[in-house]
């Protein structure tokens, strides 16, 4: 009986972090928690220090400590919980490349932030006509979790294409689900 208590511990032990797993590991649990997690430091970095961890955590319904223990990427100082400014936290976005909307798995906040930052370029330039934003764009290229390349789709007429075949677009969620 010891025995089989010893190593049922000893292998949930061993089991990787929730912050380092990929996507597809995760139980639905899990990932709602990582998603909820995601918009509490997305919201903290943000607000530049304008409202709290535990005020923010509190809007999205989770425990400041649960946001910690599930990101690892909170710093303690001066007795407060400060968001780091990167985290190694992977996650599933969405991007146009080749005239189709994907789904991919970026390793950091980093590429996260370069994939958000197009998703906004294209939502600019199919509200207001604009495609200035897009400029930055062309020949960008990010990288996956596996280390594949995928380049920005920059075409105004593709980017049009994909956004008729979306169903409700300006429902697009920046995390895919």
């Known amino acids: 009986m010891r025995d089989n208590k010893r190593r049922n511990l000893s292998e949930s032990s061993r089991q990787k972090p929730i912050h380092k797993k990929r996507w597809e590991e995760l139980t639905s649990r899990q990932k709602r928690l990582r998603r909820t997690s995601l918009e509490v430091m997305s919201s ?16 999205k319904r989770i425990a400041p400590s649960t946001v910690i223990k599930n990101t690892k990427a909170f710093k303690k100082v001066n007795n407060k919980w400060i968001v780091k400014k990167r985290d190694s936290i992977p996650r599933p976005m969405t991007i146009n490349e080749n005239g189709q909307s994907k789904t991919i798995q970026v390793r950091d906040s980093r590429n996260a932030s370069k994939i958000g930052k197009y998703n906004f370029a294209i939502k600019t330039f199919l509200e207001s006509g604009d495609k200035s934003k897009l400029v930055k764009f062309r020949n960008k290229k990010v990288k996956d979790i596996d280390g594949n390349t995928h380049i920005f789709e920059t075409d105004v007429t593709k980017i049009i294409k994909i956004n008729e075949r979306i169903e409700s677009p300006e429902l697009r969620d920046v995390y895919a689900a």
């Open 44 to 59: 903290l970095r943000k607000s530049s220090n304008k409202k709290s961890l535990s005020k923010i955590a509190k809007e």
